[in-house]
């Protein structure tokens, strides 16, 4: 599996359209989008290029390929705009990944906001709370988050590795806009506008 990974877009056409051609370019087969779409929020400036109805037109055709988690800044009214389900906390994906000897594992990430489920502690075994019964044998090795509006890439004190691709419209911490990557088991973070690689961890 290759995935485009978006978060905090806060209703910037310019910069959804921009993200969006690398699905393309990195020949992706998924997007995950992890909140913060549509709504700049209170505490925010107006990103360049806003227009939450051309973000929606951008991500429309992609619709069927989206895995998304909901935001602080996502409300009902912006859930009703979108053409895909985003109302979920949190959603879970698993790959099949293969390693350089040709071992096959299964990965799980665990993708959501970053304001619900604290990144710093979160464990490897939230699953048996949160769908507990059948959950117990899933641990999780990647959160993908967003939220901070700062890319990170490093394991956790729990040993789960952090994935935030930063803010493709409002970075802070001094960095650029970007975006995140995966690709059988390797996550990267790269610049909006040159895709330059900035970043990268591997679960192989």
């Known amino acids: 599996m290759r995935a485009l990974i978006l978060s905090d877009i806060h209703g910037s056409a310019i910069a959804a359209r921009q993200a969006l051609t690398f699905f393309e370019k990195f020949h992706c087969d998924k997007i995950f989008l992890l909140g913060d779409t549509l709504y700049h929020g209170p505490r925010n400036p107006l990103p360049a290029g806003h227009g939450p109805m051309g973000v929606v037109e951008a991500l429309t055709p992609y619709k069927d390929k989206i895995i998304a988690a909901r935001g602080n800044c996502d409300a009902d009214v912006d859930l009703m705009m979108l053409d895909f389900p985003i109302e979920n906390e949190y959603a879970l994906v698993e790959d099949t990944i293969v390693n350089a000897a040709g071992e096959q594992r299964v ?71 970007t975006f995140g990557f995966y690709d059988n088991g390797k996550f990267s973070i790269h610049h909006l506008e040159t895709g330059e690689e900035l970043a990268s961890a591997s679960l192989v």
Not at 107 to 130: D, K, Y
Not at 151 to 171: E, H, R
Request: overall charge neutral; aromatic content about 10%.
């Open 107 to 177: 990965v799980r990430m665990f993708l959501s906001h970053g304001h619900i489920f604290m990144p710093e502690c979160f464990p490897a075994n939230a699953l048996s709370q949160l769908e507990p019964g059948d959950a117990n044998d899933r641990p999780i090795d990647a959160y993908l988050y967003g939220h901070t509006h700062i890319f990170q890439l490093q394991k956790n004190f729990k040993g789960v590795l952090m994935v935030n691709p930063g803010s493709t419209s409002l970075p802070k911490g001094g960095n650029p806009p």
